[in-house]
């Protein structure tokens, strides 16, 4: 049975309801499933797990919320993360989802292998939790 983390930060609620369905889709898949406030999370959350989804809104500037999840998964940069799979996740509203793009690039220096994202625009629509549910399946594969 994989063991799979889901890690986020959330303000508004709708990164959790995203985080909720990648958990579903996972869990239906079979997978032992750990899901986690950011503040609560650990890095050997991380560590031990066979695969990992992260989340968070675009704040301040297009970029993650930088509070408590920035310092989080900024400790993954020297870590030997051996292209651990992983999916990003998050909303944003004013801005254009830019924060994504850059969330992408960075995991893929930190040396995880990116298999998926997902960035909704404000609340997301039973379309786009259907890809958050089946990127938590993917994570399972």
């Not at 239906?28 to 986690?36: F, L, S």
């Not at 301040?60 to 930088?66: F, P």
């Not at 998050?90 to 969330?103: L, N, P």
Request: no cysteine.
């Amino acid at each position: 049975m994989k063991k799979i983390s889901i890690i986020y930060w959330s303000n508004g609620g709708n990164v959790e309801v995203l985080a909720n369905s990648i958990a579903e889709g996972a869990e239906n898949a079979g997978a032992d499933i750990n899901v986690k406030y950011v503040y609560d999370a650990t890095i050997e959350d991380v560590t031990e797990a066979d695969a990992v989804a992260f989340g968070s809104p675009s704040m301040d500037n297009n970029r993650i919320e930088q509070h408590e999840m920035e310092p989080f998964i900024n400790q993954f940069k020297l870590l030997p993360n051996n292209q651990k799979k992983i999916v990003l996740f998050g909303s944003y509203g004013w801005d254009d989802g830019k924060f994504m793009v850059d969330w992408v690039q960075r995991m893929k220096d930190y040396n995880f292998n990116v298999i998926g994202h997902i960035a909704v625009k404000e609340s997301p629509s039973d379309e786009e939790l259907l890809k958050a549910k089946n990127l938590g399946e993917e994570l399972t594969k």
